[in-house]
């Protein structure tokens, strides 16, 4: 949200995104809780009430599983970061189904986690971690194996207006 212009408090975000056992609906467990765990212990959320939440503060913000490492790319070139469900720190992990008390089935992972991917090249791509704040690289093979076990689930969107995002997000972002 910061680079689109828009701020917003990360205890008043997290609130936002209201609690549930299911991570399509709402944050599952305690966000300070123990990380690892899977539903309907402690675990995070997935895109769906991130992207409804953001949308909520005047964002152009869509949930999207299923994209391709092609979809990425142009949103990364088109200068539009995006939030990406991966497993920890690019690790592989196991999908595994999950049915909420409301009777909704969803995938989830052990040590689900978000990171904002801003830029590529032809092996590597550039992420900003949700946890730290910490830009890294990562292969971009680790990348997508651990973007994979989720069904290559992200955020993509937009501020309120085109061409409203800062340059400096996508310095290190290539054609590749």
Do not use: C
């Amino acid at each position: 949200a910061a680079y689109w212009g828009v701020s917003i408090d990360e205890g008043e975000f997290l609130n936002g995104l209201g609690s549930s056992d299911n991570p399509e609906e709402g944050f599952v467990g305690n966000v300070y809780g123990a990380w690892g765990a899977i539903p309907p212990a402690g675990y995070g959320v997935h895109a769906s009430p991130v992207a409804r939440l953001l949308r909520s503060y005047g964002l152009q913000a869509d949930p999207d599983k299923g994209l391709s490492w092609n979809d990425l790319r142009a949103e990364i070139a088109a200068g539009r970061p995006v939030i990406v469900w991966v497993i920890g720190q690019m690790w592989s992990g196991t999908a595994i189904d999950y049915t909420s008390q409301d009777g909704t089935s969803t995938i989830v992972a052990r040590f689900e986690h978000t990171m904002i991917l801003f830029g590529y090249d032809e092996t590597h791509v550039q992420v900003i971690d949700a946890y730290s704040g910490w830009k890294l690289t990562y292969s971009l093979d680790n990348f997508l194996a651990s973007w994979e076990v989720l069904g290559n689930m992200a955020v993509t969107g937009q501020g309120s207006g085109a061409g409203s995002g800062s340059s400096s997000a996508t310095d290190s972002q290539t054609g590749g």
